[in-house]
């Protein structure tokens, strides 16, 4: 099992800057992958960046110069830097974790956190 709590949502105004992190517990060793995904009431959960064991990262077109996906040294956290934002950048993100257990791949997912973007 994977626990994943999130922190650093909120309110700013267009151009200002954020950042989300996302802290992990449990079998911590079994993930190969973290993300985030943003999703808007009644909408599908997208991607918006993401992560591997191997550092390699991958961003939505979206968001690219924009926002930055690390991670500390233990591979415990992982951090979205968001600059620049925009309204349209205003959704519920939320941290997921891919794990490898028992041979199979396994998504968990944190509670979310509000990110709102004022014109």
């Known amino acids: 099992q994977v626990q994943l709590v999130e922190s650093g949502g909120g309110l700013v105004q267009a151009g200002g800057s954020l950042r989300l992190s996302c802290a992990a517990s449990g079998s911590i060793l079994s993930i190969y992958s973290m993300g985030w995904y943003r999703q808007a009431p009644g909408g599908k959960r997208d991607l918006v960046a993401s992560i591997t064991s191997g550092a390699l990262k991958s961003y939505a077109e979206s968001v690219k110069g924009r926002f930055i996906i690390s991670r500390d040294n233990a591979g415990n956290t992982v951090y979205l830097q968001m600059n620049s934002l925009k309204p349209e950048d205003t959704f519920v993100y939320y941290c997921?974790?891919?794990?490898?257990?028992?041979?199979?791949?396994?998504?968990?997912w944190g509670q979310g956190t509000q990110v709102t973007v004022s014109s």
């Open positions: 997921k974790a891919a794990a490898s257990i028992r041979g199979l791949s396994v998504d968990y």
